[in-house]
Every structure is written in structure tokens, then in C-alpha cells.
């Protein structure tokens, strides 16, 4: 496992001591149906991880550089988050954003956040618009939760877990930030095969850093974490990556490597009917509502393609229908992303996983 001291030492010289960490959690109450006793608990829970509010400074003003360009800077296996921000495809290399955490962007002329956590190995974008109408941008706070981000808010300094999206203190305590389902995990190759005219986050990011080199040496495939975190689970490999689903106050766990030969599944989570599809392309799942004008379908395979069993016609990955009697109908898309086991579970304890 990665020497902890060493990476203090690296983002120190950095100016930015660490990323995120983790303190142990007590409560077993799914994250979508916290409870205010529990918020307590969590904030209670919350312990410093080093560094001040933005000592791991997020990208404030991205810039980006061609497809070509970026071909130049990385190689095709490199892990970005390839995001679609008003139409136009984007990737975050994670050897960048391993030391900034947060990328501040926006959208329709409204802010958005494209957050990672090196620790929990989960990417979420959330919208920068509160529950009142103020927007705001997010920064790291410095502050570890069950070894994942604590972001805080500019507008009222509350504190959200990444991977709760959950106030817990602060002025917005309680209040729930709206996830926004853009983005995918996948390989720089892959996104720019997909989207050759996407747009890469350049490495001038205003910060000096040593992008490329990877602070976190084996962590991602070790059976440790930096700091403790409960609950834990041995079903799976602490480090095995799952695809997180919530919805209704319930959880779901897509194994992602196992489903990638299953390639298409009906589930559903709390009282709504989803679909969970996989992409070859880009080796992502996306999880998708089964409502159409039709009412809810189901879908399965037939031959190499899916279908929906009530009308035959046949979907994209995407979630549109390319053929038949629903052609260019689209489902809505329900957000769903690659994490870590460990880290799902620990926020998730009564998580359902997919068999």
C-alpha cells in the first residue's frame, strides 16, 4: 500500500498535503434516507485530514486542448471521466484530477462540479444550484469522511461527503444536492474513439503539480485502506469496483466486470422499474428508468442486440431507441458510477447487489 507519509511529502512540496481521507463511520442508515440524528453522527465523525479549506486547490478556470493534442500528453489506457457538458464531449484525466479533487465548470450558463476521490475511486457531477435558488462552486475542505471527499459549499461553507451529496453542518444542513448524471468512467482511447472531437482538461491548470505521477502507488488494487472505515463487507475485494445505483431510498451494486457479458438487466430499486445497460465501447454501465410512451417496458437480448420485450424495438447504450416502433425515443437516465466496494457499502450498508 501507498506510504502515507510519502504522499504528504509529494503534495506538501505541492502545497496541497493530501487528498481524501477517511474517519469511521458508525451509522447503518442508507445515505439517501439520512436521518438528522444521523447527519449529526456523520458531522460528529468528520475528522481533519491535514491540509486547510482548498489546500487541494480544485481547477477554478479549466482549460482544455484538442483530442489531437491531448494524444500527445496521454497514452490510450489513461482513466479519464469523459463527460458531455452542453452537448460537447469532455475528458478529465485522473492524472490530473488526483490533485485537485474538484473541477469547477458550467452549464447552460449555470455552474457545475465534476468531483473525484482518489480514495473511494468515485466520480460525481453535481449542479452548483441550491435548493433557494443561489449557486455556488465547491471547494476541498480538507475534511476526510469514511476516506472519502468532503466538499464545502462557497455560498454558505455547509459540508457535503461526496458520496453522501448530503449537507451534513452548516447553514444547508439536510439539503440534498441534485447529482447530474454526465458523466462516465472509461479510457482516454476509448472517449476520443467514441467523440474525436472531444475536448481535453489541459495540464495548464494554474497550479504546479506532477501530473502523471500517481501519488496513491498500489492503493487501488491493495486490500488496505489509509485509514479505518466501517462498516465493512467481505463479499467482495474492499478495492473491487461496483457501479453505485440509488433510488427510492434504496441501493444497488452492479458488479462492473461481471456485467459487462451480461450486458443488459431489469431491476427495481426503490419502487422504480430500471434498466442497467452496458456499454462495449467504452466498458461504462449506465442505468436507465424503463418508462416509455408504451408504459414501462422490459428489455433482454436478442441476438447481438437489445430490445425492448413489448415492442421489439431495439436501444443503444445510450438509452435510445435506433430501430422500431419507439425509433429516437430516449429513457431517462438515472445516475449510476464506478466506486470502489468498500466505500459503497460503507455509506450503503443495506445496498442490495446484483446477482
Sequence with gaps: MVDRRRFLALVGAALAAQACGTAVRTGTTPAETASGDDLDAIADAITSGGPPPDGIPPIEKPQYV??????????????????????????????????HEIVNETTGGKPVSITYCPLTGSALVFSGELGDGRTTTFG??????????VM?????????????GVAVSGERKGQRLRELPLAVTTTFGRWKARYPETLVLSKETGHIRTYGLWP????????????????????FHPKKVVVGVRAGGEALAIPKQEFASRRVANVELGGTGLVALHDGALDTVRVFTRATSKGEVRFA?????????ET?????????ATAGELANAALERVNAYDVMWFAWFGFNPRTKVLS
Design 66 to 99: 484538442s483530442a489531437a493534442e491531448g494524444s500527445k500528453q496521454w497514452k490510450d489506457d489513461t482513466v479519464v471521466e469523459g463527460v458531455l457538458i452542453d452537448g460537447q464531449p469532455r475528458a478529465y484525466p485522473r492524472a490530473i484530477t488526483v490533485w
Design 152 to 164: 464545502y459549499d462557497r455560498a454558505t461553507k455547509s459540508l457535503w461527503p461526496q458520496l453522501l
Design 301 to 309: 437480448l436478442r441476438g447481438d442486440a437489445v430490445v425492448d420485450e
Design 216 to 235: 496513491y502507488g498500489d492503493y487501488d488494487t491493495s486490500s488496505g485502506t489509509i485509514f479505518p472505515v466501517t462498516p465493512t463487507d467481505e463479499r
Design 312 to 320: 421489439g424495438s431495439r436501444w443503444s447504450p445510450e438509452g435510445r
Design 140 to 149: 476541498t475542505s480538507g475534511k476526510l469522511y469514511n476516506s472519502n471527499l
